[in-house]
């Protein structure tokens, strides 16, 4: 017998009894008075940051007065903010040819007022390395699209199917290294949330 085939059998042989699941329904009811301002105070408190808009003109002008004038590479893959972006989009491309990008625009499935995250899938990245490859980060969501907290968004996410998905919140940052705080570390070094109320 390998040495690989003596753990196996020593984990198989020492499984502990299976359990029920815990009850969760009395945090199922847990939830804000004003999930959206609770949802801007999280994402703040972490160093994000939030812009409500009721329109997409309004957040092209919010990129383009940050960005458009820096002769940055600008990326999006938001259909309806296209011409703020000062490169395409191609479909499926290599992670390194994403490695100059300063901005990434992107759409969020929804955001989840407790810990002030978006859910986003591949499909709305075209590539995973999209929201952590590039210097700044900014996800759109609707308004409506707001959850209160962790327990709901799963229930939201349910029995979906998809390849790849996570939870983002606020800029990169790491304190690892002497407790000295690092943004950007291994991802964006900003992340701005447009909360848009269409």
């Not at 939870?167 to 991802?187: N, R, Y």
Request: with cysteine; aromatic share 8%; glycine share 6%.
């Amino acid at each position: 017998m390998s040495s690989r085939e003596k753990i196996l059998a020593a984990v198989a042989a020492n499984k502990p009894e299976a359990k029920p699941l815990p009850d969760i329904e009395p945090f199922k009811h847990i939830g804000y008075n004003d999930v959206i301002g609770q949802y801007e105070t999280v994402l703040t408190t972490i160093g994000g940051a939030v812009h409500r808009v009721n329109s997409w003109d309004e957040i092209k002008a919010i990129v383009s007065e940050k960005y458009n004038s820096q002769n940055v590479r600008v990326l999006s893959l938001v259909p309806e903010l296209d011409d703020v972006a000062t490169s395409a989009y191609e479909i499926n491309p290599d992670a390194h040819q994403l490695a100059d990008v300063e901005l990434s625009i992107i759409k969020a499935h929804f955001g989840v007022a407790e810990n002030g995250s978006v859910w986003v899938t591949e499909e709305l990245l075209g590539h995973r390395a999209v929201p952590f490859i590039c210097q700044h980060l900014a996800a759109v969501i609707n308004v409506k699209n707001i959850v209160d907290t962790m327990h709901r968004a799963y229930m939201r996410i349910g029995e979906a199917e998809y390849g790849w998905g996570a939870f983002i919140a606020g800029p990169s940052k790491t304190a690892d290294i002497e407790q000295s705080l690092v943004l950007g570390a291994h991802g964006p070094r900003s992340m701005t949330v447009f909360l848009l109320n269409d």
